[in-house]
């Protein structure tokens, strides 16, 4: 099946600080990706939509300054935390369809970043 | 609000019988059904979909939907330990397009 690369797996780092999330499609081209969160015992919640060539498009109440999207390419969406506070703790998915013949469109996930804020 | 439903568990189930897990959801625009499992600190692995009403097997897994009810449901027959795990629900109203996920029921199999 394809693959999605989710890069760092865990990360932690101190209030105030940025940290970038990369998310990768290994062998498919992907124009759309997802950002999910997911805090303890909760469902993955959508965080935004990462469109290749044009602006991320965010969900209710998730603020676009703080969590910067970038989709440069076809292989490559970042998630980029500002200013991490502790409640930005989570653990943050990316997901991309793609199409999958006899099987129809179906979403890879990629590994999961767990990310800490001290 | 497009919502999924599921019971949190945890569903407790002996060593080779049959786990049920169940979910509704609220959009009957949904058209596109997804089971994953989900271990701890991991991300979700798709275990089943299902697209038509009715029954859909794959293995010791059988995904059922009934649109007209807006249930889905996700049963395992001879459970392992190994299958123990969060059981995510999820639809979509389109193809290619974000999936809602349920909060997940917990399966505990026990040896």
């Known amino acids: 099946g394809a693959v999605v690369s989710q890069h760092p797996s865990r990360v932690i780092c101190k209030s105030g600080t940025s940290v970038k999330i990369e998310c990768r499609s290994l062998d498919f081209q992907a124009t759309t990706m997802f950002w999910y969160r997911q805090f303890p015992k909760q469902s993955l919640m959508l965080m935004a939509t990462s469109n290749e060539g044009s602006k991320a498009t965010y969900e209710q109440g998730v603020e676009k300054d703080k969590f910067l999207i970038n989709h440069a390419s076809l292989t490559l969406s970042t998630l980029t935390v500002t200013s991490a506070h502790p409640e930005d703790s989570s653990f943050y998915i990316c997901s991309a369809p793609t199409n999958m013949r006899d099987r129809g469109t179906e979403a890879f996930f990629g590994q999961g970043t767990r990310l800490t804020v001290v | 609000q497009k919502e999924v439903e599921q019971n949190s568990g945890p569903l407790s189930v002996p060593e080779g019988a049959i786990a049920s897990l169940n979910c509704t959801y609220s959009?009957?625009?949904?058209?596109?059904f997804f089971w994953y499992r989900q271990y701890s600190g991991k991300s979700p692995e798709l275990i089943m979909f299902?697209?038509?009403?009715g029954d859909k097997e794959d293995g010791r897994f059988t995904a059922q939907l009934n649109k007209a009810s807006q249930y889905v449901s996700l049963l395992i027959r001879d459970s392992q330990p190994s299958d123990s795990a969060t059981y995510l629900c999820?639809?979509?109203?389109?193809?290619?397009?974000?999936?809602?996920f349920g909060k997940g029921t917990t399966l505990s199999v026990s040896s």
């Open positions: 299902i697209y038509s009403n």
């Open positions: 959009d009957r625009g949904s058209q596109s």
């Open positions: 999820a639809v979509n109203t389109e193809a290619g397009t974000a999936l809602i």
